[in-house]
Structures are given as C-alpha cells and as structure tokens.
C-alpha cells in the first residue's frame, strides 16, 4: 500500500490529478470531497504515514481508520481516476478496522507486551469472504455475449499489443487465443475462491494466481491490482504457512541485527474480543450491501455497458472498451446564438477522454458549462453532441442532441437522455 | 494433488488443440515499418523538399524587391509568397521530430496575424522570432499582410516600403527566418527518417501513434477549427471573418483550404505526393479497412472516403473569398463544417478505436 502511494507521488500523479485541473467529477452525494490545494499533499501523507503503520502494527486501530478515511477521500476527489482495487483498497480498509490484524507479529505487541496466538476464526473469514465476493462478482459479470463469443474487448486490446517482446507479433495476434483468453478468464474467475478454500488444490491455484496477475501485469496498465490480489489470496493459507513465513521475516531481520526481544512480550493463547454486536451487524451488514451493490442496474431499462448506470463499484473489470467523442453547444435563449465550448479549456486531456463516454461525467460537466455562462437572468441552455463506440461496435449518437442537459439534474433515476445502444449484449 | 493437476492439464490442452483446428491470424496484417517508410517516401520527404524549393524562390523574390520596391517585384513576390502558402498547405500536418521540437508550425501559420505586434517589431527594429509572442507576428499570416495589408492600393503599399527601409527589412527577415527553420526541418530527416521508420511500437512516442495524433490533431484543429469553423463562427457567438487565413489577399482562402484538404485526402488513402498515384504496400486507410470486419460502403476505410469526397465537394462549393462567404452566407459555410466534422466523429471513436491508439495531444496553441 505504502508502495501504491510512493508511485502516485514519484510520477507527479498528485500534482497532474487533483491540483492542476480546474474541475473535478464528483460522486453522486460527495460534492463536497475536492482537493484542498496544496494541502492535498498534507492528506496523501497522512495516508502514507497510516498504512506504514499498519503495515508494522504500530497503533493500529487508529491507524487503519485514519487510512481508510485518508485513502477513501483521495478516492472521492476525482471520479476521473475510478478503478476497481481502489474501491476494493477502501472497503477492505473499512473491514480491516473491525479486524485485529495486529493480534501477532506487530509493534503494538511490543509496547502492549502482549501477544495473541489465536483470533476468532470470523476474522479471517471475513477477509476470505471479501475476495470471494471480488473474483466471483468479477466471473460473472464476464458471462456476456460480448466477452464469451465476440472475445470483446481483448480482442482490441491484445492485438494492440504487438510490440511486446517474443508473444507480441504471434501469439497475441491469433484469434483463438483472444477466446482462450476470453474464457480462461471467466473460468478463472469463477473457481479461484473455491480452489484456494480447498487444502488439496489450494497450491495449485495459488500458482494460477500468480500466473494470471504477472500475465496480466504485462498485457494492461492495471497499476498495482496484481499486486495486490496476490497477496490478498494468501490470506486462504493455513495459519502454519503464516507462521512459517513470520519466523522467515523474523529470521531476517535479526540477521540484520533487529531482534525483538519477545521475552517481555506475554503470549496469550486466545484473543478474546469482545462479542461485541454492534461490531457484528456493522460487518453483516457491510456484506449484505456488497452482496446487492452489483446487481442494482438491474433497475436500470437498457443495456448496462452502454449507460453506465450501476456499473461502478461492481467488479466489472476490463470488460468494455469505450471510445467518446464529446461536444457541448451553449444555445443563449435570449439573444439567439450559439456556440461551441472546448472542453480541453477547462479539463485535462485524461479527464475529456473519461468524460467523453460516461453519462454522469457528461451530465456534470454540462452543469460546470451552463454555470459558466449563464449570468443573472439569462439561463443558457447547454446540448451534447456525443459519439460513443462500445467494444468494437461502429460509432453511433450517444446523448439525446436535443435535451437541455443544464436543465436535467443528477439522481439515481434512469437517465432518459441517453439514447439507446442500437445491439444487444445478452447476459448476466 | 497431482490428480488435479493432471485433470486440469488435460482440460488446457483439449480446449487449445480444440481451437488451433480453427487457427486464423486475425491480426492486422500490416507491417508497420513499410507504412512508416511509405509516409516518409511518398509523403513526407516529397511534401517538405517541395515546400522548401518554393519557400526558397520566395525568399529570393523577396531579396529582389527588397531592393527594387516596384509594381513588378511586388507582385512577383506576392505570385511567389501563394504558390510556397499554397505547398504549405501539405507540409502543416507533420508535426514531428525536429518541427515539433522547434514549434516549426507555430512559428510559420499562427493566423490572424497580430497586425499591431508587427507594426511594433518594425518600428523597434529589434525582435527576437523564437519569442511565443511573436508567433502571430511572423510566417506567411504576416507576409500576407505585409504584401497586401498595408495600404488600400498597390501604389500605397509601396509608398509604405519606399518611405522607410524597416518595412523591408522586417519582411526580409522575416522570410528568412521561415527559410533557416524549414532547412532545419528538412535536414533534420536526414538523420532521424531512419529512427522515424523504425519506431513502430505501440507507445505514445513511437512514431506511428505521433503521426496518426498529428494527423487527427491537423484534421481538427490546423484544418477543421482553424480555416473553417473559427471564421464560421462555430466557437464564438458569431462569425469572424479576420480569423480567414489569408485574410489580406482575400480570394486564396478557398485554394488554401482545397490544397490542405486534398492532402489530408491523400495521406489517409496512401497517395505519392506529386503524381496522386496510389502507392502500393500499406497506408492509413488499407489498415483500418483490414481491421475493419464490414465490408463494401460499410468498412470504415471506404466510409471516411466516401465523407470525404463530400466535403471536399462542399468546399468547392464555396465562394473562392471565405470573407465574402461569410457576409453573404455563412450558413452554407457552417454546412460545409458539418461534413467535415462527421469525419472527426469516425477518425476519433471508430478509427482511433480500431487501432487502439491513445490520443495524447493537448492544445498548445491556446485558441
């Protein structure tokens, strides 16, 4: 984690992301998250200094709260820079701090002198539990018709990567591997949880872990989600491999001269949480929401890929590739002209490119428009003359060019405004 | 354990074996370092070697009535200013290597001419053109100016020029200036035509994904916005007809526009420079049309030609004066931006879709 923020601050992202640009997409219900201007640094410190010490078990609890509040906020800045495994970063923070991951091996063992050998078997569950969720909301959301018989989109993407090293000219360029791919994929999604919950094949699939993330490390700008997913699947190992593993990290560090002196530290067999309910029905209720979230553009008519509407938030990864192009027309009722606005005035080129194809994005940048230019008493109107292209699909109007987007405002309703995808994309 | 594996293993290798009965190479089967050298052999190197021929002509038309500021060596001068404005036109579009380096298009056709700028650079006889202030105050907006802008007859005009000896001067530094940066352009391609054609990675420096950019970048901007829609009024509340490139000699505009537009036509369907002819190998539109699965009028490639060929007729259309067209009707040049801007639709989602290539151009020039 700490290393995820290091990258962030070492390629400037900080800077280029949240402070630089004029605008900023919210999220429904969290306008008021924006950056605070230099103070932005202030913030992606704190979360750096939170997950160091979770990491070292250094006061923890208040650390992995201030992490997730910290991580949650970067996040809500800018919706530009939405990514599954941050969302995944900050729900699992939020479990984390009902969790005593610091029970063992940690700081605050040193300074509490105690130490626990067992924690109740929940604990864990729990984090087991999340990953299911994530790879089995992720295999299904590939039951498409899209990704199962037209290998859309990695077709597009993998015959674009013909400049990789040895595969890139001829392996990546042959379309049963595209369906290979395609359907290893879902199939992988799928059984990994069951696979790594069952001790007979749960080596197996941790190499099937290890050999799908690096894969997929080396095809797509992904950032840090490999990562990440390989080490939270080593939660599903027995408690015996951890142990080994902290004796081998213990090991090494005395080899460096680091040895703690445990002889203080008073080893208690179990640890005995409080069974506190309110502790209990706040996870419960945590995965009852995580469980529904996913399926709720059900209560959206039309096809999902094509609106957007209920896709954010539900494991659907790399499953459409979207091309926009976006225009806004600023029609003044009063004195009847009209013209066009550049968008790159105002956005920079990642945030167009987002926008151009997100129905929310375009919504609020509509309202950022007719802000703009209205003046007292002369509201003006602002159109979108937009063209999407979904996974391969030929170019086709996207936004109604004749509604007033100033006028319409943003809510969970269905937005009306979005002309219908001309095809149909069967599944679940 | 092992059991597993094995069953595993053998489900693996049915499914493959299972596939590789149907094996198709469905990849673009282009190669790229023919395309990249088709564009430096039958583009780029051709365009550049004849704009610099004419750019030196001019210049030397410009030496001549430096020193004679007569009725004949203006408008030999002006004859010779159009023809190296007009093989310009082909020569804007590529933007790349040293031009880039040097913002070589900003400093020869940063249009409207900033009129007071040049007035104040004659009249200080100091300037310095790699200054970005001065972009709107050099190259051919302000040879344009300077040849026609001047005074209401030809006979004022060269009473400005025979009154001073700063006028004069200022026009010939001025071209020569164009005509030191364009050397360095064209001499540059000695060296770095090899590492243009051989950079055919998928990156966003690799010189494939530059040129389809600069491309996309010219069609929308230096054509598009610049001579059509910023003069049509498309991004204001009205019509600007300053904004008509070669505002001062008025009737070229139309040429202007033609010229450019019909090599944007032939970069995209891999025509050779000079001759029209179709060169053979790989081009812009044989590659999408490969990787386009329709066929007929509804295979990409064929459908940005077929709109192209559209608008290029509805700029024909169109009064030779863009400054005229304006006054009298500008819907009909709003008509003519509408045909255009359909292709910026298919060039930028479609296109740029298909050959999965990142758009990364920011605006540079601030308009």
Redesign the interface.
Known sequence: MCYSIIRFWLKGWIDEIYIQPEYHFSYYGFEWVKPIGEFTYLIFFLCFLSSLCVMIGLKYRASIIIFFISFTYIELMDKTTYLNHYYFISILSFLLIFIPANARFSIDNYIDKKEFKKISKWHVDALKLLITIVYLYAGIAKINSDWLLEAMPL???L?????LPVIGETF?????V???MS??GMLYDLSIPFLLMIA??R??AFILVIFFHVFTLILFPIGMFPHIMIFSSMIFFSSSFHKKMINFVKEFMSVLGLTIKSKKIKILEDLKYKKDKLTISVVMFFFLIQTIIPFRYQLYPGELFWHEQGYRFSWRVMLI?K???TNFKVV?PL?G??????S??YLT?FQV?QMSFQPDFILEFSHFIGKKFSSEGNRVKVYADS???LN?R??QRFIDPTVDLYDETESFKNKKWILPLNDEIKGI | ?KK??II?LLILTT??SC??A???????SYD?ETLLNNWYIHSIQPRLSEFKSKLDIMEAASKEFEIKKDNSSLNSLRQKYIDAHMAWQRVEMINIGKAEEIYYNSKMNVYPVNTARVSANISSGTYDFNNANNNAAQGFPTIDYMLYGLGESDEKIIEVYTNDNNHANYLTDVTENMKNITEDVVGSWETYKNEFVSS????AT?AFNVMVNDFLFYYEKGFRANKI?IPG??????PIPENVEGYYSRVNSKKYAIEAYKGIIEFYEGKEHGSGNYYSGANLKSIISDLDE?TGD?N?GNKISNKMTIALEKINDLDDNFVSQIETNNIKLLQTYDAIQEI???L???M??????T?????ADG?
């Open positions: 077709k597009i993407w015959l674009s990567k013909y400049d990546l360029q042959m379309e049963w595209h369906y290979a359907w290893g007979k094949t080596l197996l590739e091309v926009g192009y003044d004195k002209t009209s013209f066009m606005v550049n790159s005035d080129p490119k063209f999407v292209a391969g030929p170019s | 354990m597993v594996i595993f499914i493959i596939n590789e149907s094996e198709e190479i469905s990849g673009p790229r055919t990675d998928n990156t690799s829609g009024g498309v991004f204001s509340t009205g329709n509804n990409l910026v639709v298919l930028k989602v479609d740029l879709q298909l050959l999965s290539v758009v990364d151009y920011i605006d308009d």
